[in-house]
């Protein structure tokens, strides 16, 4: 059973850094590609970064340069650092993995980012 857990989310002022973490369980973790993604009240579900099994990252153009991905195989986490936060990342942030062709997603942590 694929079990996602975020945390780490919490209210921070603008300007201020979040780092997320995402544990997972039931898959050999090393072995999949793990993605964040954020949902903004009122909004879809958008696509924010990604890291495959060999450490190699992607993102979203405008989140490029404030958001990095990383992960820790002997931890089975990924984490998401965020700077330079402003209110337009507030949002609940979610970890994603795929397998067998089916999505498994965490129950999210919410980031609000307010003065």
């Known amino acids: 059973q694929v079990q996602l857990v975020e945390s780490g989310g919490g209210l921070v002022q603008p300007g201020g850094s979040l780092r997320l973490s995402c544990a997972a369980s039931?898959?050999?973790?090393?072995?999949?590609?793990m993605r964040w993604c954020r949902q903004a009240p009122g909004k879809q579900r958008e696509w924010v970064a990604l890291?495959?099994?060999?450490?190699?990252?992607n993102y979203a153009d405008s989140l490029k340069g404030r958001f990095t991905i990383s992960r820790d195989n002997t931890k089975n986490t990924v984490y998401l650092q965020m700077n330079s936060l402003t209110p337009e990342d507030t949002a609940n942030y979610y970890c994603?993995?795929?397998?067998?062709?089916?999505?498994?997603w965490g129950q999210g942590t919410q980031v609000t980012v307010s003065s």
């Open positions: 994603n993995t795929a397998k067998f062709g089916t999505d498994y």
């Open positions: 039931g898959i050999i973790f090393s072995s999949y590609v």
């Open positions: 890291v495959t099994r060999g450490g190699d990252t």
